[in-house]
């Protein structure tokens, strides 16, 4: 996608990240037992779900060391300014609420809406697994990468306070069953369907949501500037 292209020429540091969290997030979805018009939904969010940072100054983006509260500050407007670059494009609804929300926290005290538990979209709360997985697991401007256990501890400490207890326990299964893929996948970005196509089965499903409105979560006040 050209817009993603446009993200990652600006952060080279965050190279094919969005192509990473995509193949995360269809692990994570497929295991939860989603259907295939949710996957591709997800897949298409996580693809896009960092799109906001095209807004946020290089010098703050780019910074090697630690941000400012005000730079965070600035940092945290990304989703919101997602949603209004993605809306211009005018056939992405689904996709909207999992962007906006994919820095939710699952005890409420991410952002932007502060929304806890299943009121943060089950997109979205996929989204915030998947992308914290590839962070961990990759280096950044301002930290190195982490192992695999390293990042299999961190799942399990801020599950129930971060990140949705049954999706971080799914990601933790699949990682101790296949640690090599989860770092294979770093650097070898092709095809997101190719790599998911080679990897062995996940571990048993977590409970599926069958509800789209859950899903998707769609709040039509929470969607707007």
Known sequence: MALVAALEAKDPHTERHSSQVAIYAEHLATAA??????????????????I???AVPDAILLKPGRLTPNEFEIIKLHPARGVEILRRMGF????????????????????PAGLAGTAIPFGARIL???????????????????????????????????FDPAIADSA???????????????PRIGSGQEIAAESAPWPAPIPAVRDEAAFVGVRRTAIAH
């Open 33 to 50: 037992g989603l259907g295939s018009t949710e996957v591709e939904v997800l897949v298409i969010a996580a693809l896009l779900h960092d």
């Open 52 to 54: 906001g940072k095209i």
């Open 92 to 111: 992405l609804e689904r996709e909207l609420p999992l962007v906006l929300h994919h820095h939710e926290w699952f005890n409420g005290s991410g952002y």
């Open 128 to 162: 915030q697994v998947a992308d914290s997985i590839d962070a961990m697991l990759s280096p950044r401007t301002y930290k190195k990468a982490i192992s695999v256990e390293e990042a299999i501890a961190e799942l399990q400490r801020w599950r129930g306070i971060q």
């Open 172 to 186: 933790v299964a699949m990682l101790e069953r296949q640690p090599e893929e989860a770092l294979l996948i770093c």
